[in-house]
C-alpha cells in the first residue's frame, strides 16, 4: 500500500507523467513487499515552489508506506527516485527532496490491514 506524491514546480507533460509512473512503479520494489500492483500516484506540477530562496526548478516527493522499511532500502530509493525526478523533468538532484512517512494504520475497500 505505497503511496507516492510528486510535487514540482515544472510542468509535466502526459508522456513525462507515463514514464514517472513506470519507474516509480518499478523503483517501490526496492522495498520488500510492495510492487505497483498496489501503489498510488499523484503528480502536481507547476506549483508555485521555493527552495534555498531560489524559484529554479525543484521537487518533493512524499512517500507513505504501510508499515515501514530499513533505513537502508529508504537509501536506495531515496536514490533511485531522485535519479528518475532528476533524469525525466531535468531538475539538479540536489533541489529534490524525498521524505516517508510510515503508517501504522491503512484503510482499503472499507477496512483496515
Known amino acids: 500500500m505505497p503511496f507516492i506524491e510528486l510535487k514540482t514546480s515544472v510542468s509535466i507533460s502526459k508522456e513525462k507523467e507515463a514514464e514517472l509512473k513506470l519507474a516509480f ?3 517501490i520494489a526496492i522495498i520488500p513487499g510492495k510492487s505497483e500492483q498496489w501503489l498510488m500516484l499523484n503528480f502536481c506540477d507547476e506549483q508555485r515552489m521555493w527552495f534555498k ?3 529554479e526548478s525543484c521537487a518533493i516527493l512524499e512517500v507513505k508506506i504501510y508499515g515501514g522499511s530499513s533505513a537502508k532500502n529508504y537509501d536506495k530509493l531515496t536514490a533511485e527516485l531522485t535519479e528518475i525526478v ?3 523533468l531535468e531538475i539538479l538532484s540536489d533541489r529534490i527532496y524525498v521524505k516517508y ?3 501504522e494504520y491503512w484503510g482499503y475497500a472499507g477496512s483496515n490491514f
Do not use: L, V
Open 86 to 88: 532528476s533524469d525525466k
Open 53 to 55: 530562496g531560489s524559484d
Open 25 to 27: 512503479g518499478e523503483a
Open 101 to 103: 512517512d510510515e503508517i
